[in-house]
Structure formats: structure tokens, C-alpha cells
């Protein structure tokens, strides 16, 4: 009786062993599939368990696995990519916006007033906040003044954002709410006057006065523009996230959403610098979950190009003796990399102007001469001087940048910095040259959440009229290989992340979307307007075109 209890404990102990090694959770199958690893492969079909790829490969290889699946899907010929990291976003912002004035769009100074006045009367909020204007769409390309706002709302404050973040106007109500006059110090930015007077339009640091102000969200608040922001990128087939400033409390909102199960979207979190994240998190290190990385930190060295903050080596083109200006001093910068190159995190870096460039890349290279693998990112490296390029790497000073802002700010950049630093601006070809890798992403909600037009930027250097014919500074796209690796792999490599996704092979989480037609084929003027069919997070349906 005993041997044969013995011999049934065995037989269970070795089908139980076998058992998972036959099944899987899904099978995807008839697809066409872009592993995006090292050879650039293609397969016909994969399965997944517990949230990991276990085979890739074709239907024939698929067969002599004889997997039993829990769940199967016949692709019908579809065409499945790894899932889109976006390099650089602000994803809680996103969700924010959806809950303030929109002014995206915006094509007069007297739109915006329309828009608020609409959003007011449906909202009646005690603090009117917006987003999304920028002056270079109007006719008249010059900040306006706060006079109308004042007329429009003499007892209630209002502060609306320029596009890229980088400047503000706002009312009088708002800049007594904030302590702000014709005598308030500041550095890094302008709080702009005219005949002695306030105008209303400040510009980078004193941004920071009206925000301290600002009502505070509540949790309901915040996880709804969490959740908001989720829906939108599983929409668009964005399964990673790399959100470029975010405070601990709203990290640690991220986490405990995610633990219950309700955010379902990974989050690369780069810190805000500000001394309390500093303190909290560069004692406490790196904080990592399958769905949360908080390792990296987020500074600012300069403002933008088109409010004129970006800090430039020489005066710009088009205001005589205007430099733009550094946010914080190269003393600043140097102290707070040094911190953080004593830990394992990463420091990431706003870098517009060429000067600005200059000074963290130099910062950078000094610091790490003696390290290995720090992977430090530049983000946006706009304008770079033609002789500061080789001071990227491949292995400590990564660029990270926006092919969408080359096709945004075409039409003014030039005037802006004149046909000479034209040649080192948007230059995305040699910084992949210099550094082997470039990671993609959007900057969103300075520009829209949609990866095709990043795609599409990246390649084709045209705006979705198709201008101009023969592409921006046509010389500096990517090929199609290189922008899907800049949106996967090479964008999961910037986060120390390339071993657990970023490409779909055995091993790595099941991350991947599905597209009616084929992004490495179809016609380049076509890309803009393709949609997702489909969108898995470690193999969990989060998304189906209805």
C-alpha cells in the first residue's frame, strides 16, 4: 500500500511539473510578428504564461510544441509589434489636462479667451487653470498681455500655460494671489513688464510662484487623471511610459494602483528634482516592481525654444542680445549630479539650447569618466553646437528626443537661431551615429500622445500636410528600423530595461500590439492615421478597437 501511495505521489509530482510547461495562458497564431530583437526577426506566432513569452516563432514551429492554450487568437494575418515605450511624457499631466481648459489648437489670442469663457461658464471653478496655447500659431506671433482676462475676470485667477510649459499668463488676481509685483526677485526666466508695468506673461522659475497656489487636487482627482491617461496610451498602443517629473506622493499613488491591480500601464518614474524626492529617494534607492521603476531624476537645465528660454551660446537671431538662461546655476547642476552619480539612479536632463547642451553633456563626462554603464540621458537635445556631439556615448550619455518637435517648431526654428545652428538642431541621424541608440518618445501633452506621428516625424521629417516636400533637415531621418527601435528597444534600454521588454522574445513580458496594416510597409503619408487593433500588457487584453 505504501509503494503504491509513494508511486501516485511521484506521478503527481511529475505531471504536476510537466503540465505548465505544455500549456500557456494564449496563443496568438496567423500573425505577422516583428520580434524587434537583435536581427530584426519575424515569427508567425507566439504564446504566453503567467505574463512572460514562452515560443516565438512559426505556425510549423508552434505545432511541435503541441501547447494547450487557455485562451487562443487567430491574428488573421495582422501585424504585431512589441509594445510602444514612450521615452518621454508626462503621463499624470495628461490626465490633469483633461480636467482644465484645452486651449491645443488655439489659432488667435481671442480663441483662447473664447475657449476659457466656454469652460468657465460649464465648470465655475474658483481658480481657472489651462494649457496648450502657443503664440507661433497666430497671426500675431507675440505674447499678449493679461488686459483681457483682467476685463474677463477681475475676481477670479486665472493662469493658462504656453504649450511646451515653459511660459504663463495669467491675470492680475492670479499674480496677487501669488505675491508677484514689479520688485519680485527671480532668476531663470522673466517676469515680463512693459512701461513699468506687469504684462501678465512670466517665463520658466517665477512660473512656479502662481503654481504654488494652485487649488490642490484631491486623491478622486488624481486617480481619475490617472486613469484617464491610461486609456488614452493603451489606445494608441503604448504599453510603457517614461513620465519626465513626478513628485513622491503621486508615485506612491502610481504604486498603490497598480498593486490593486487598477493601473495597469508601466511607469518609468523620474523624480522632480526638489530636495525632499532628493532626500527621500537617493537614501531609500531604487524602487522597482513589474510595473514601476523609480530609479532615474528628472532636471532641468534651461527652459524652451519658443518662449525663448533655451539657453544658446549667442544671442538669438531674431532678439538682439536675448540669450535665453540656465534654470538653475552650473554650481547647482554639478552638486546635484554629483549626488545622484554617488547612487544608482540616473539622472536625466532638459537640455534645449546649445549652451545649455554644452553644460550638462560637459557635467556629465566629468563626472562619470570613471564609471561604467550609468546610461545618463540628455533630454530633448535640441540645438547642440556641431563640435559638443562627441560627447555622447553609448554607454553613459544617452540622447533622448522628440521627433515630433522637429516638425512642430520647422516653420520658426531657424529664425530663432539662424542658418548656421540650424546644422546641429534636431540632428537625430548623428546623434544615433554618435551614440548607437536614440530613445524616442513624445513629450506629450506638449504634443499629442499619438507614437505614429513620432514614427512618422522620425522618417518622413514633414508635417502631415506633407511639408515640406523634400523633408526638414531630410538628411537627419531615421530609417523605419531605427524609429521602431527608438520606440522599443532602444527606448527600454535607456531604463535598464531591455531585458524584460522592449522586443518580443522568450523570457520578456508579453507586451505587444496589433495593427490592421504594416508600419515597416505601408505608404509613409499613410502612418499618421493608423490605429491600434489591439493592445496586450503581459498578455492581458487592455485594449480592442471597437
Known amino acids: 500500500m505504501k509503494k503504491i501511495l509513494l508511486l501516485l505521489v511521484i506521478l503527481c509530482a511529475v505531471s504536476c511539473q510537466?503540465?505548465?510547461?505544455?500549456?500557456?495562458?494564449?496563443?496568438?497564431?496567423?500573425?505577422?510578428?516583428?520580434?524587434?530583437?537583435?536581427?530584426?526577426?519575424?515569427a508567425t506566432a507566439l504564446a504566453v504564461k503567467d505574463g512572460k513569452i514562452i515560443f516565438i516563432g512559426t505556425?510549423?514551429?508552434?505545432?511541435?510544441?503541441?501547447?494547450?492554450?487557455?485562451?487562443?487568437?487567430?491574428?488573421?494575418?495582422?501585424f504585431i509589434y512589441p509594445g510602444l515605450i514612450d521615452a518621454h511624457c508626462h503621463f499624470y499631466r495628461l490626465g490633469q489636462q483633461e480636467q482644465l481648459v484645452d486651449l491645443v489648437g488655439t489659432n488667435s489670442y481671442q480663441e483662447v479667451l473664447d475657449r476659457i469663457q466656454e469652460f468657465q461658464k460649464a465648470n465655475n471653478k474658483a481658480f481657472i487653470i489651462g494649457r496648450g496655447w502657443d503664440q507661433n500659431d497666430w497671426e500675431v506671433k507675440e505674447y499678449p498681455t493679461n488686459k483681457e482676462l483682467n476685463e474677463l475676470f477681475s475676481e477670479t485667477p486665472v493662469a493658462i500655460t504656453r504649450i511646451d510649459g515653459h511660459a504663463m499668463i495669467v491675470n492680475e488676481m492670479a499674480l496677487k494671489m501669488a505675491g508677484i509685483d514689479n520688485n519680485t526677485a527671480f532668476s531663470g526666466g522673466d517676469?515680463?513688464?512693459?512701461?513699468?508695468?506687469?504684462?501678465?506673461?512670466?517665463?520658466?522659475?517665477?512660473?512656479?510662484?502662481?503654481?504654488?497656489?494652485?487649488?490642490?487636487a484631491s486623491v478622486e482627482e488624481d486617480i481619475e487623471a490617472l486613469m484617464d491617461a491610461?486609456?488614452?496610451?493603451?489606445?494608441?498602443?503604448?504599453?510603457?511610459?517614461?513620465?519626465?517629473?513626478?513628485?513622491?506622493?503621486?508615485?506612491?499613488?502610481?504604486?498603490?494602483?497598480?498593486?490593486?491591480?487598477?493601473?495597469?500601464?508601466?511607469?518609468?518614474?523620474?523624480?522632480?528634482?526638489?530636495?525632499?524626492?532628493?532626500d527621500y529617494y537617493l537614501n531609500k534607492g531604487v524602487v522597482k516592481t513589474d510595473r514601476l521603476n523609480v530609479r532615474s531624476v528628472k532636471f532641468y537645465a534651461d527652459g524652451a525654444l519658443g518662449?525663448?528660454?533655451?539657453?544658446?551660446?549667442?544671442?538669438?537671431?531674431?532678439?538682439?542680445?536675448?540669450?535665453?538662461?540656465?534654470?538653475?546655476?552650473?554650481?547647482?547642476?554639478?552638486?546635484?549630479?554629483?549626488?545622484?552619480?554617488?547612487?544608482?539612479?540616473?539622472?536625466?536632463?532638459?537640455?534645449?539650447?546649445?549652451s545649455a547642451n554644452y553644460v550638462?553633456?560637459?557635467?556629465?563626462?566629468?563626472?562619470?569618466?570613471?564609471?561604467?554603464?550609468?546610461?545618463?540621458?540628455?533630454?530633448h537635445a535640441q540645438i547642440v553646437d556641431p563640435a559638443?556631439?562627441?560627447?555622447?556615448?553609448?554607454?553613459?550619455?544617452?540622447?533622448?528626443?522628440?521627433?515630433?518637435?522637429?516638425?512642430?517648431?520647422?516653420?520658426w526654428a531657424q529664425d530663432r537661431v539662424g542658418e548656421e545652428r540650424i546644422k546641429g538642431a534636431y540632428a537625430y541621424k548623428k546623434l544615433l551615429q554618435q551614440s548607437k541608440m536614440l530613445a524616442l518618445g513624445t513629450d506629450y501633452p506638449v504634443e499629442q500622445v499619438n507614437p505614429f506621428l513620432t514614427f512618422y516625424a522620425a522618417v518622413s521629417r514633414k508635417d502631415t500636410s506633407g511639408y515640406p516636400d523634400d523633408g526638414f533637415r531630410a538628411d537627419q531621418a531615421l530609417s523605419r528600423e531605427e524609429a521602431l527601435r527608438g520606440m522599443t528597444i532602444?527606448?527600454?534600454?535607456?531604463?535598464?530595461?531591455?531585458?524584460?521588454?522592449?522586443?518580443?522574445?522568450?523570457?520578456?513580458?508579453a507586451d505587444f500590439i496589433m495593427l490592421d496594416e504594416d508600419l515597416m510597409k505601408v505608404a509613409i503619408e499613410k502612418v499618421p492615421e493608423m490605429k491600434v487593433s489591439a493592445t496586450y500588457s503581459n498578455g492581458e487584453l487592455v485594449y480592442s478597437k471597437k
Open 307 to 354: 518662449s525663448r528660454g533655451a539657453a544658446m551660446k549667442a544671442e538669438y537671431t531674431d532678439r538682439h542680445n536675448h540669450f535665453g538662461a540656465l534654470l538653475s546655476s552650473v554650481e547647482d547642476l554639478e552638486g546635484v549630479a554629483k549626488r545622484i552619480a554617488a547612487t544608482e539612479f540616473q539622472m536625466n536632463t532638459h537640455a534645449i539650447g546649445d
Open 18 to 42: 510537466e503540465e505548465p510547461q505544455n500549456t500557456a495562458d494564449l496563443i496568438i497564431e496567423n500573425a505577422n510578428i516583428y520580434t524587434v530583437d537583435e536581427q530584426f526577426s519575424t
Open 360 to 379: 550638462v553633456l560637459k557635467t556629465y563626462k566629468e563626472l562619470l569618466s570613471d564609471q561604467k554603464d550609468r546610461r545618463w540621458r540628455v533630454e
Open 59 to 78: 505556425q510549423e514551429e508552434l505545432k511541435s510544441q503541441n501547447l494547450k492554450a487557455l485562451k487562443t487568437v487567430d491574428a488573421s494575418g495582422k
Open 230 to 278: 491610461q486609456n488614452i496610451n493603451f489606445s494608441y498602443g503604448i504599453t510603457t511610459v517614461d513620465d519626465a517629473g513626478l513628485m513622491r506622493s503621486t508615485i506612491e499613488l502610481i504604486d498603490s494602483l497598480q498593486q490593486d491591480g487598477a493601473l495597469k500601464m508601466k511607469i518609468y518614474a523620474m523624480i522632480s528634482n526638489t530636495p525632499e524626492n532628493l
Open 191 to 216: 517676469i515680463e513688464q512693459k512701461e513699468g508695468k506687469l504684462t501678465g506673461i512670466l517665463v520658466d522659475n517665477p512660473m512656479k510662484l502662481v503654481r504654488d497656489v494652485f487649488p490642490l
Open 490 to 509: 532602444w527606448a527600454a534600454y535607456s531604463n535598464f530595461e531591455e531585458s524584460e521588454k522592449g522586443s518580443l522574445e522568450i523570457g520578456k513580458a
Open 388 to 411: 559638443d556631439f562627441h560627447l555622447f556615448d553609448e554607454e553613459n550619455i544617452l540622447p533622448s528626443v522628440q521627433p515630433t518637435h522637429a516638425t512642430s517648431d520647422m516653420y
